[in-house]
């Protein structure tokens, strides 16, 4: 099966030898999305929080570039501090009403750019 790639600019462009996203049949996979604002080129490093819904914020952008009504089905996420996970998850549940995806959520030694969270994802196309 082959593959198409997605961009944006609506997300951050990619930092290296990757796509934004990349379509194979009805799914889409969303690279790693760390907390970089697609305007500014700014990174939010001192409220996890707003770093969460930025991180998602750019997987929705992807995610919609790929083809509308496309949802996301599995989201990995990746942080520096897992002390932060109670204000990652509050602001991560912001963006579903029900029906969340299925999701997991692991400790790093590090990220990309010194960022404190990475958000990858999953997505179905209708």
Known sequence: MSHRTVSTDSAPAAI????QA????KLVFISGQIPLNPSTGEMITNDIAEATRQCMRNIFAIAKAAGDGAHLVKVSI????MGEFGEVNGAYAE???????????????TLPKNAPIEISAIAVLP
């Not at 990746?78 to 501090?81: A, E, T």
């Open 16 to 19: 290296g030898a990757y796509s």
């Open 22 to 25: 990349c379509i194979a049949g």
């Open 78 to 81: 990746f942080l520096i501090d």
């Open 95 to 109: 963006f579903f009403d029900e029906n969340p995806p299925a999701r997991e959520c692991v400790a790093v030694k």
